[in-house]
């Protein structure tokens, strides 16, 4: 259990279907942030929010979109995407965006794009 | 353009000792962090170094060279649960966390 939890785990979706990953922690953090997650690759940050001020966003695709409506919850709503799409999408978050901040992670949730 | 690079896959013995290295060419630095991943987890923090030296935590240990842009990570008496991924990554200037795309420990009895 690492204080950050994602839903659904897995998920199955077509190019035309529109979903959400869901993300809540519970460490009383004041940043969240999104990971995409391929096969033998690096991570790569997607979005960050940071008292619920989205301070980044890493030329993602408008396919993609975030929600922060608190800092203990975070959405990535999900519509017409890829197959190039499918891969693990972890969410994380830290005490505050910075220095010395360490991000800790949530299982993820397996996106799988047919 | 900014770098982190690590060794794809290592394998190591049980009981034995292992040294994951990490060279990084980034942008500023504000800190070097290394995460272990088991298959379909969450990555979990194992060590921040952001001073010279080496930081020993139970039977893991992190050294840093800020002027080499290098640091490892050295795993001791291995244990089998101590298969997995390991991830390097630095914070640079703007606070941005660059990725390695970790190594996959692999430890035989």
């Known amino acids: 259990e690492t204080g950050v939890t994602q839903t659904p785990r897995h998920l199955v979706m077509g190019m035309t279907n529109k979903k959400s990953l869901k993300c809540e922690q519970h460490?009383?953090?004041?940043?969240m942030y999104w990971y995409k997650q391929s096969a033998k690759k690096p991570l790569e940050l997607m979005f960050v929010?940071?008292?619920?001020?989205?301070?980044e966003n890493n030329s993602v695709p408008s396919r993609f979109s975030p929600e922060c409506p608190n800092s203990s919850h975070l959405f990535l709503h999900l519509h017409t995407l890829q197959p190039e799409d499918s891969a693990l999408y972890l969410c994380?978050?830290?005490?505050?965006?910075?220095?010395?901040?360490?991000?800790?992670f949530g299982e993820g949730s397996w996106l799988t794009v047919v | 353009g900014q770098n982190i690079d690590q060794p794809t896959e290592m394998t190591a013995t049980e009981g034995a000792i292992v040294q994951i290295n990490c060279t990084y060419q980034t942008s500023g630095f504000n800190g070097l962090f290394w995460y272990q991943q088991h298959a379909g987890e969450a990555p979990t923090f194992l060590s921040y170094?952001?001073l010279d030296g080496l930081e020993e935590k139970g039977r893991f240990s992190s050294f840093l060279s800020r002027s080499k842009g290098y640091s490892y990570l050295l795993l001791k008496e291995l244990q089998m649960k101590d298969s997995a991924s390991y991830l390097c990554a630095v914070m640079d200037s703007n606070y941005q966390l660059i990725w390695g795309a970790g190594t996959k420990l692999i430890i035989k009895p």
């Open positions: 929010y940071n008292f619920k001020e989205q301070t």
């Open positions: 460490l009383g953090h004041n940043a």
């Open positions: 994380a978050s830290s005490q505050e965006e910075g220095a010395g901040n360490t991000i800790y």
């Open positions: 170094n952001v």
